[in-house]
C-alpha cells in the first residue's frame, strides 16, 4: 500500500515538474496575447530559433556558456524588434486576423533563418544538468525525481515572480496591462503601442530560450521543437489565453493529469494516451469553462 | 509664433473618408480660442466623433483619413502626428463611451495617463491629489477595480486620466451619454471647473444641446458632416430653429435642419 501511494506521488511529482515545462512555453504565447489579443503561432519558431542560435553561439563559435546565452537573450530582443518594426508596425491598423496569419508567416521565416544559418542535425545541449533522478531525494524520499525537472520547476517560479513584479510595479508594466484592457484608450493617452509590442516581443523571445533551453537539455534541440508549442495550446485553453498565473497552473494541471493518465488508464488503450490526453481535457474545458480558470472574465456591470 | 494666435485650434475646411470610400465630413471648419469650452452639437452620425478624431489623430487607427483642408494645433500642422504625439504637445481625447481599464484599479487608470510624463514617484503623488480635489468621488474608491464602479464614475476616470497628461486642450467625447441628470450636472461643473482653474481648452461633443450649450462659449451644429450653423452659445439657445431643432420647444413635429433651410429658400422664392 506504501509503495503503491509512494509510486501515485512520484507519478505526480513528476507529472507537475514536467508540467512546468509546458508553463514556460505557454507563458510566451500568454504575454502576446494580452498585448495584442493574437494567438502567436511564431512561438514555437522563436523556442526553437533562440535555442539554436545559443547551442551555435556555444557549440560553433565556443562562446562561453553564459556568454552565449546573454547573447541569445539579446538576438532575441532584436527579432522582437524586427519583429515590431516590419511586421506589427505596417498592420496595426489591420485586424486581428491579419496580425495572426502574419505570425504564422513570421514563423516559418524564422525556422528558415535559423536552420539556414546553424544546419539541421540535431544538437545536444548540455546545461551540466542531468535528465536523471537526484540520488539525495532518491534515498531520503524514496522519490526519483529528475534534477532537470526541478530545474525548471524553478526556473518557471522565478520567471513568473519576475513578470508579476514587471507588470505589476513598473511603468511600462502598467502601460502593458492598459494596452491588454483597451488599446485604443491606451493609445488616447500617450501610451506608444509600438514600446508596448516591443517589450512583450522581446520578453516573450527570452522565455522562448529559457523554454528551449529545458527542452532542448531534454529532447535534444531540434525542429520538432516547433511543434512542441502545440502542446501548449490545451495548457494556455485551461489556463486561459490571457493569464500568467493560468499558464504556469494549466501546465501543472496537464503535466500531472497526463502522467496519471498514462500511468493508470493508459494501458486500457495499449498505452501512449500522453499524446491526446490533454487535448480531450481541453475539449471539456472550451465545453464548461471556455475563458479557462484564470482567463479574464468579461467584466459587464449589471 | 504660437502664442500670439487666439486660436489654440483651427479646423479649416476638413474633409474626412473613411475605408477611402466613406465620406464621413464634407466640410467641416471650425475654431477653439485658447482657454475657451467650444460646443459641437449633433445627431447621431453627424460627425462629431469624426471631427475630435481627426483632431486628435485618431481616425488612423479606424482607417479614416482627413482628405482635404488643414487642422492647426497651436500654431502647427497636425498632418505627420500620432496619437501619442499629440498628447505629447497637450492635446488629450477623452473617447465615446469612456473606455476605462476595466481590470486595473481606478487609481492605476488615472497614473496611465501620466504615461507620457515622465515623472518622479513623487511627483505623480502630488499630481494625484491635486486630481482628486477636482474628483472627490474618485479618491474614495481609489482602490477598487474600474469595471466595478458606476458609468458616472467611469467618465469621472476618463476625465481624470486625461488631465493627468497636463493638457492644454482636452476633446470630450459625449461625457454625459448615458447618465442620470445630476450625475451629467456634476460632470459639467468639473469639466467648467477644469477649464476655469486649469485653463484647458475644450472641445466637446455632445448630443445633449441644453446643458452643452449653457457650459460653453461658442457652439457649432454640424448634420451629415457639415456645419449647419454657428454663434456664441448664448446666441443659439436663443436661436429658434435651434430651439425648434434640437431643444425640442416646437409645435410641429420633429424635421432635420436641412428641410428647414429648404422651406425657407422655397419661402423666399415664394416671397
Known sequence: ?302 | MSDNSVNILDIKNIEVMYDNVILALHDVSLKVPKGKVVALLGANGAGKSTTLKAVSTMLASERGKVTKGSIDYDGNSIEKQNPSQMVGLGMVQVLEGRRCFGHLTVEENIISGAYSRKLSKGDIDQELEKIYTYFLRLKERRKSQAAFTSGGEQQMIAVARAMMAKPKMLLLDEPTMGLAPQLVAEIFNIVKELNQKEGVSILLAEQNTNIALKNSDYGYIIETGKVMLEGTAQSLLNNDKVKELYLGISKKGRKNFRDVLKEESLNKKIN
Open chain 1, 1 to 302: 500500500m506504501a509503495n503503491e501511494l509512494l509510486f501515485f506521488m512520484e507519478v505526480l511529482v513528476g507529472g507537475l515538474l514536467a508540467g512546468t515545462m509546458y508553463s514556460l512555453v505557454a507563458l510566451g504565447f500568454v504575454l502576446i496575447f494580452k498585448a495584442s489579443a493574437t494567438f502567436n503561432f511564431s512561438q514555437g519558431a522563436m523556442v526553437f530559433f533562440s535555442v539554436l542560435a545559443f547551442c551555435g553561439f556555444m557549440q560553433d563559435f565556443n562562446i562561453p556558456f553564459v556568454l552565449a546565452f546573454i547573447l541569445a537573450a539579446f538576438l532575441m530582443v532584436v527579432v522582437g524588434l524586427c519583429t515590431e518594426r516590419l511586421v506589427l508596425r505596417p498592420l496595426m491598423n489591420a485586424s486581428e486576423d491579419t496580425v495572426l496569419m502574419a505570425t504564422i508567416g513570421l514563423g516559418y521565416v524564422l525556422e528558415g533563418l535559423a536552420q539556414a544559418a546553424w544546419g539541421v542535425e540535431v544538437r545536444r545541449l548540455d546545461l551540466g544538468i542531468g535528465d536523471f533522478p537526484v540520488p539525495w531525494i532518491a534515498d531520503n524520499l524514496k522519490l526519483f525525481i529528475s534534477a532537470l525537472d526541478i530545474t525548471a520547476g524553478l526556473v518557471a517560479a522565478i520567471m513568473i515572480i519576475g513578470l508579476f513584479l514587471l507588470f505589476k510595479y513598473t511603468k511600462i508594466g502598467l502601460g502593458l496591462r492598459a494596452v491588454a484592457d483597451d488599446a485604443g484608450a491606451a493609445s488616447s493617452i500617450g501610451i506608444p503601442l509600438k514600446h508596448i509590442m516591443l517589450l512583450v516581443w522581446s520578453a516573450a523571445g527570452v522565455v522562448a530560450l529559457v523554454a528551449g533551453c529545458m527542452w532542448g537539455a531534454r529532447a535534444g534541440v531540434q525542429f520538432a521543437l516547433v511543434d512542441l508549442a502545440l502542446k501548449a495550446l490545451p495548457v494556455l485553453i485551461i489556463g486561459g489565453f490571457s493569464s500568467i498565473p493560468g499558464a504556469i497552473i494549466g501546465g501543472l494541471i496537464i503535466g500531472a493529469v497526463e502522467k496519471i493518465l498514462e500511468v493508470y488508464i493508459g494501458p486500457f488503450f495499449g498505452g501512449a494516451i500522453e499524446g491526446w490526453a490533454p487535448y480531450v481535457l481541453a475539449i471539456f474545458f472550451l465545453l464548461y469553462r471556455p475563458e479557462g480558470l484564470f482567463g479574464e472574465k468579461i467584466i459587464r456591470r449589471v
